[in-house]
């Protein structure tokens, strides 16, 4: 199975199995977040993970969340950040518009305060490398050593399709996880080859930034640094989902299992940006009518139209206010 349908077979699946939120193509760097993107991100939901879903079904800035922005006192917004006023502003926007900031004009001023205190909502995070045909490892090797050494994630698997022999083994980290997820379309499951071995989230890592030939530039990143990168990695993977698609416009397109995009010319799981019409088996169509969201929201933890925290003022003294 090519790459693509074989990440989104995968997540429908967890989905299925688990109460994790989901994501696709986090990035799992420090420095250079980009650096290193994982293919499917798991969060695992702690004890707070309602009082998360009540405020936003959004990510939350994290310039927000780390702003000197309260829950029972507001600011005046230029004082709560310590960052340029522009980019202050576009922060500020974004934390109203999704309902994680409230505000109000006095004396010609602007001043915000939170809905809710923002809550610690997640445990564990699992990253998953998913390479189905072993054959054709590219980077593999490389990539989870990243992972290890970085020890950002909790845990990392690697997930294939591929038979798992001990050569395979032996040239991965022993501390990465492998799954074999295969099976028909409607009926795939995991065999679970090796289990991972936990990481030392709470330590400092060791994360590859570039590599060249016969040089590598290594940086030493602290507790603290992976901690604010691992609530980042999980706003991001709450507010975007594995979903992250539109179905083509064809009418041998199908939603299967939950939103998977299914050509019945093909026969299998497709990737949408690939369909148009020089597929020859392309029937111009409007797409099916799909809603992702709701998907989603019927299926995961995750809430697609929370009530929300935000409290209706009934005048300006409603809330203290810092001048």
Not at 118 to 143: I, M, S
Not at 229 to 245: L, N, V
Request: charge should be negative.
């Amino acid at each position: 199975m090519r790459e693509f349908p074989f990440e989104l077979a995968l997540c429908a699946h967890l989905e299925a199995t688990t109460g994790d939120v989901l994501a696709r193509q986090i990035g799992g760097g420090v420095r250079v977040p980009s650096n290193r993107i994982i293919d499917v991100l798991c969060v695992e939901p702690g004890p707070a993970f309602e009082a998360r879903a009540e405020l936003t079904n959004e990510r939350i800035p994290d310039a927000a969340i780390e702003s000197e922005v309260g829950v029972g006192q507001s600011r005046y917004w230029r004082n709560a950040f310590d960052t340029s006023p522009e980019y202050a502003r576009k922060v500020v926007d974004r934390a109203v518009e999704i309902g994680f900031f409230e505000r109000e004009r006095k004396g010609g001023r602007e001043y915000v305060r939170q809905v809710a205190r923002y809550p610690d909502w997640f445990g564990r995070l699992v990253g998953v490398e998913n390479k189905p045909n072993l054959a054709e490892p590219g980077d593999l090797e490389t990539q989870l050593r990243k992972d290890v050494s970085l020890g950002l994630v909790d845990e990392v698997i690697l997930a294939t399709e591929s038979y798992v022999t001990r050569a395979h083994l032996n040239r991965i980290p022993e501390e990465v996880g492998v799954w074999r997820f295969e099976g028909d379309d409607d009926e795939k499951e995991i065999e679970v080859i090796r289990e991972p071995t936990p990481l030392g989230t709470d330590a400092a890592g060791t994360e590859l930034v570039e590599q060249h030939a016969g040089k590598a530039d290594v940086r030493v990143v602290g507790a603290e640094e992976k901690a604010r990168q691992r609530r980042r990695m999980a706003e991001r993977a709450y507010g975007k989902g594995w979903r992250t698609y539109d179905f083509p416009a064809c009418g041998e397109i199908e939603s299967r299992n939950g939103g998977l995009p299914y050509c019945r010319w093909k026969g299998r799981i497709v990737n949408p940006v690939r369909c148009g019409a020089d597929c020859p088996g392309h029937d111009p169509s409007d797409p099916p009518d799909i809603d992702l969201d709701f998907e989603r929201d019927s299926r995961t933890p995750w809430v697609g139209d929370p009530a929300g925290r935000k409290r209706r003022q009934t005048g300006l003294d409603a809330f203290r206010t810092e001048e």
